[in-house]
């Protein structure tokens, strides 16, 4: 029977029914009318995107990673106000009676040191060192050699009886301050448990016959602490 039906129509309803066609290899597709069109709206409607940003650092405020507090450490005058001392020129620790120091004497200064950081915790050495290169003080006689060095953290001996090079060791741990740090020319004001401590330091001049040819010698040095941040 003759299929009357325009040639468009007929084309029409081709293009709508399922087809197999064969390709190269035995492989096949089926095809349908829209079907390419179809499957190219759906990766469109598939693509969706998102992101997640994470800005890493410590609480709410984005400010980073990294403590922002200045790692530090000072001491107390004895009037009581925080010193810094932390350039190379130091500070003049008036050490009393330092005058009248002779053969067979000492003399003791006590020096509170404290960390004058909110929240790291200080590593501390000390240490003598000598100014002007070898401890000459203008023209007077050096008396550097006849010197010796005791030192204890509050009561505890750090070591005793050393000449300069020798006179060092570790001060000890300073807790973290857990307050406002102390500006220099401030009032000196307590904060937590383990964050000062105090270097007693005795210098002791040796009464042996050769210093007779001394008479009027002094000595140049200082005590150095030298500080490290640790949790």
């Not at 932390?86 to 009393?96: H, K, Q, R, T």
């Not at 005590?223 to 941040?229: M, W």
């Amino acid at each position: 029977m003759t299929d009357r039906t325009s040639l468009p129509a007929r084309l029409s309803r081709w293009l709508r029914s399922p087809r197999t066609i064969r390709i190269s290899g035995g492989k096949r597709i089926a095809l349908a009318s829209g079907g390419v069109l179809l499957a190219a709206a759906a990766a469109t409607l598939a693509s969706f995107t998102d992101v997640a940003n994470l800005n890493l650092g410590n609480g709410s405020d984005g400010s980073g990673i990294g403590n922002p507090n200045r790692f530090d450490i000072a001491v107390v005058l004895p009037d009581g106000t925080v010193e810094q001392a932390d350039d190379d020129a130091g500070y003049n620790w008036e050490v009393p009676w330092a005058e009248t120091l002779i053969p067979g004497g000492s003399i003791t200064t006590s020096i509170p040191l404290f960390n004058n950081t909110r929240d790291i915790q200080a590593a501390v050495a000390v240490s003598i060192e000598l100014r002007n290169g070898d401890g000459t003080v203008a023209d007077h006689p050096n008396i550097t050699k006849f010197l010796r060095f005791t030192a204890a953290r509050d009561g505890e001996e750090l070591f005793a009886d050393k000449p300069w090079a020798e006179a060092q060791a570790d001060f000890g741990t300073l807790a973290a301050r857990e307050a406002d740090p102390l500006k220099p020319g401030e009032v000196y004001t307590a904060a937590a448990a383990g964050s000062v401590g105090t270097l007693d330091l005795t210098i002791a001049y040796l009464d042996e016959p050769e210093t007779v040819d001394y008479n009027g010698g002094q000595s140049a040095f200082r005590v150095h602490f030298g500080a490290e941040s640790t949790r």
